[in-house]
């Protein structure tokens, strides 16, 4: 069963039992048929599809056929280069707006699999654990959402005297022959409920033991409610085409003295290992590269729209707009160039596979951060009142649909074209769904101030200080 379909990756999640609330409500519909996740996982369908296609099925499957690329653990340096190109394959089907397309978290499970023996050194079982959740993954060719930020009652990376009573960010409560008993919350689950299984990773902030943990869990297991928040996603396409589309969705992750059973888990109470478990297995350098070749895709799509609104509005022989638009092309080649270093860097780990070079990557997440804004702003900027004066496609479709087609044409397009382009933009940088995304990829990896100190910190400076070090010595 390796490679599902569409119909089939559909069929098994509707039937999933996950405890679901949004506003005020227990979703109690399935969740393929509720109309804030009917859309997003029609989109997912079609990437499945996909993998069967003749016309992609050599890049998104595995070299032996069982499983799609993200299952596929890479053993060459070729390995890295077809998912680098299946993973924008896939991207540029959603704009690189999906964060949480199906290789997203896939890739992390496989990697940590893959360096199974970093966990066993607490003890065999941890490995044969992540091991075991991998196999079971690729075999049924699941889809994950996962978690690893705490609830913030404040900036101290402990809670405050006289609120502990009760635990807030979750934690081990208990533990039994059976497993461990968690009880807290987690934020920011992307598709949180609506993915057959969670990934639950240890947090940094808290150093007791108590929240040192990592899992994997079927996301209706007893116990756990995703708190959703309300969707973004509008009904009209032509109105709203990527939210309505493309809206995941985010949840927090409540645990109920929800029971792990310990073949499980794959890590627990060791500090040691928490602390490099996914720069040591190379987990953190594949989650990276996933996204910098999901925002290779985004990036284009941004150039595509760019250069389309200065076609269709015929700004071209501005130096501004020029300007611009090259903004965006370097911005491009920038993340191209990221991401052809960390490849082309890439070393065969203890492991026995290959992970891209973890430097280029880490500078890729910090540059990305700072520029995706200034990209949706030039977006805005090319518009301009467009956005604010975009029609709606009811609009168009009653009496004074004559009237815009007479005042809002472009000079080689009807205004219902020349709309839907502008729509398109606007939806991507201005509406709820478009200032999540600026608002995801400028957070995307933490705070930018920690992202940029943890790359001073991890980046080797020392050969070139000695350059300058011996370089006065002479003179």
């Not at 109309?35 to 997003?40: K, L, Q, S, T, Y």
């Not at 700004?315 to 490849?343: D, N």
């Amino acid at each position: 069963m390796g490679i599902v379909t569409g119909k089939e990756f559909l069929k098994r999640v509707s039937r999933l039992n996950s405890t679901v609330w949004m506003e005020g409500e227990r979703v109690s519909s399935h969740v393929t048929e509720h109309p804030a996740f009917r859309a997003v996982l029609k989109q997912k369908a079609a990437l499945y599809d996909m993998v069967h296609d003749p016309e992609y099925a050599k890049l998104l499957q595995s070299d032996d056929g069982e499983s799609n690329f993200s299952y596929e653990l890479p053993t060459t340096r070729d390995h890295l280069g077809k998912r680098r190109k299946a993973t924008q394959v896939w991207a540029r089907e959603n704009a690189g707006v999906l964060g949480r397309s199906p290789e997203y978290v896939n890739t992390l499970i496989t990697v940590l699999a893959g360096a199974k023996d970093y966990f066993a050194q607490a003890g065999t079982e941890y490995g044969e654990s992540i091991e075991a959740i991998y196999t079971r993954a690729k075999e049924l060719d699941l889809t994950f959402t996962h978690t690893f930020v705490n609830p913030p009652i404040s900036r101290k990376p402990f809670y405050p005297d006289g609120i502990t009573e009760q635990a807030i960010a979750a934690k081990i409560v208990e533990e039994t022959k059976e497993g461990i008993v968690i009880d807290g919350a987690r934020l920011l689950a992307t598709q949180g409920g609506i993915t057959d299984e969670v990934l639950v990773l240890p947090t940094g902030a808290f150093q007791d033991s108590a929240y040192l943990y990592g899992f994997c869990i079927p996301s209706d297991t007893e116990g756990i409610t995703f708190l959703s928040r309300p969707p973004f996603g509008k009904d009209s396409a032509y109105d709203y085409p990527l939210s309505s589309s493309f809206e995941e969705g985010d949840a927090i992750v409540v645990f109920d003295h929800v029971l792990v059973p310990w073949e499980r888990v794959f890590l627990y109470r060791n500090e040691a290992l928490t602390e490099g478990a996914l720069i040591e297995t190379g987990g953190e350098a594949f989650i990276l590269f996933q996204a910098a070749n999901r925002q290779i895709a985004k990036t284009e799509w941004i150039l595509g729209m760019a250069e389309s609104i200065v076609d269709m509005l015929n700004i071209r022989q501005f130096q501004h707009v020029q300007g611009k638009v090259s903004e965006i092309i370097v911005a491009l080649e920038a993340m191209r160039g990221f991401v052809y270093s960390a490849e082309t860097q890439a070393e065969k780990n203890e492991y026995g596979f290959f992970v891209p070079k973890l430097a280029p990557m880490k500078a890729c997440v910090c540059y990305y951060q700072s520029t995706y804004p200034r990209l949706v702003e030039i977006l805005q900027l090319l518009g301009a009142s467009g956005f604010i004066a975009a029609p709606s496609e009811k609009d168009f479709d009653s009496p004074v649909g004559k009237l815009l087609e007479r005042f809002l044409r472009a000079e080689h397009h009807t205004a219902k074209e020349k709309v839907a382009l502008l729509r398109l933009a606007r939806d991507f940088s201005m509406s709820e769904f478009g200032t999540r995304q600026t608002l995801y990829e400028r957070y995307f990896f933490g705070d930018p101030v920690r992202t940029a100190s943890a790359l001073y910190y991890y980046f080797e400076k020392k050969p070139f200080t000695d350059w300058i070090a011996s370089f006065l010595e002479d003179v």
